[in-house]
T-cell receptor
Framework: ETGVTQTPRHLVMGMTNKKSLKCEQH?????MYWYKQSAKKPLELMFV???????ENNSVPSRFSPECPNSSHLFLHLHTLQPEDSALYLC??????????????????FGAGTRLSVL | AQKVTQAQTEISVVEKEDVTLDCVYE???????LFWYKQPPSGELVFLIR??????QNEISGRYSWNFQKSTSSFNFTITASQVVDSAVYFC??????????FGKGTRLSVIA
């Protein structure tokens, strides 16, 4: 148990569906992340939130929409996905080394991921 | 630009053998951190170690040991007397500059009983 919980663990959706992935951390961290892990690619950072503000968006298509209502919760809203979006989506959290606005991040703790299949 | 290379895609060993996972990194920063994570079949990445660039001492934790050599930009990970439970994908990662973690592609370790 890493202190980072992701739900659901598995999700199958059609290309026209709208769904959301949820991540919750119980570690008192102030930075949260979404990663995508595909079968044939390395871990891809998607979004970073530091003190609830988005500080990184790695050219992610707009069909992925993150939301961070507070430092403990992170959502990834999905709509009109493509089959190539099928992957393991991992959430992580960390304590930022600096204060607000700092991009120096500490050890990241990961959830177990949501395995997404887009049909 | 920061980069992490794990040249070994897959390794298979027989239980009780020692195995070393290689990691080579690139960065122009003088201050940086190196990490190893383990990803078992369940999916989550489990943090194993963090090492900063000013600490070149090797570290041992039980059957795990890490060899950090700045001269060759390497941060290799050795498992002694491997066990089936060590079977997982292992990721090396680099934190430097103003960017979050950069991961290598991972090495899949299979330990056969």
């Amino acid at each position: 148990e890493t202190g980072v919980t992701q739900t659901p663990r598995h999700l199958v959706m059609g290309m026209t569906n709208k769904k959301s992935l949820k991540c919750e951390q119980h570690l008192g961290h102030n930075a949260m992340y979404w990663y995508k892990q595909s079968a044939k690619k390395p871990l891809e950072l998607m979004f970073v939130y530091n003190f609830k503000e988005q500080t990184e968006n790695n050219s992610v298509p707009s069909r992925f929409s993150p939301e961070c209502p507070n430092s403990s919760h992170l959502f990834l809203h999905l709509h009109t996905l493509q089959p190539e979006d099928s992957a393991l989506y991992l959430c992580a959290s960390s304590q930022a080394l600096g204060g607000f606005g700092s991009t120096q991040y500490n050890i990241q703790y990961f959830g177990a991921g949501t395995r997404l299949s887009v049909l | 630009a920061q980069k992490v290379t794990q040249a070994q895609t897959e390794i298979s060993v027989v239980e009780k053998e020692d195995v070393t996972l290689d990691c080579v990194y690139e960065t122009r920063d003088t201050t940086y951190y190196l990490f190893w994570y383990k990803q078992p079949p369940s999916g989550e990445l489990v943090f194993l170690i963090r090492r900063n660039s000013f600490d070149e001492q090797n570290e041992i934790s039980g059957r795990y040991s890490w060899n950090f050599q700045k001269s060759t930009s390497s941060f290799n990970f050795t498992i002694t007397a491997s066990q089936v439970v060590d079977s997982a994908v292992y990721f090396c990662a680099l934190l430097s500059g103003n960017t979050p973690l950069v991961f290598g592609k991972g090495t899949r370790l299979s330990v056969i009983a």
